[in-house]
């Protein structure tokens, strides 16, 4: 496996804002480096909602982020993901997908 060091943002169906449900089952991921620019779109070939059995499938689709951001995680899923995975997850409010990754690194590089 590579080097894990991109973020990943769980994105609706209308490639614009935050998906409104589970991060696993996110119609698309939408990656980004350190410093929030956009390097691509993926499809999540588990939407549908199949993965939910095993979470590892979407670890392993993500396998080079470090970080997922999300509307709604299951706080086990998430306890797993930092405890056992050093993935780190954070859960925003904003709805658009521009504003969270703000968000999110503004929060994480405050001194």
Excluded at 67 to 72: E, G, L, N, Q, Y
Excluded at 75 to 80: A, I, N, V
Excluded at 98 to 110: D, G, H, M, P, T
Aim: proline share 3%.
């Amino acid at each position: 496996m590579g080097e894990r060091k991109y973020i990943a943002v769980g994105v609706g169906k209308d490639e614009k804002t935050i998906w409104v449900g589970h991060f696993g089952i996110s119609p698309y991921y939408f990656i980004y480096d350190n410093d929030g620019n956009f390097i691509e779109k993926r499809v999540n070939p588990y939407s549908k909602g199949q993965h939910h059995d095993d979470p590892n499938l979407i670890v392993n689709f993500l396998n080079d982020c470090k970080v997922f951001i999300a509307k709604r995680m299951g706080e086990e899923s998430r306890r797993k993901l930092v405890e056992n995975l050093n993935i780190e997850t954070y859960l925003t409010n904003t709805k658009e997908v521009e504003k969270a990754i703000e968000e999110f690194l503004s929060q994480k590089y405050k001194n």
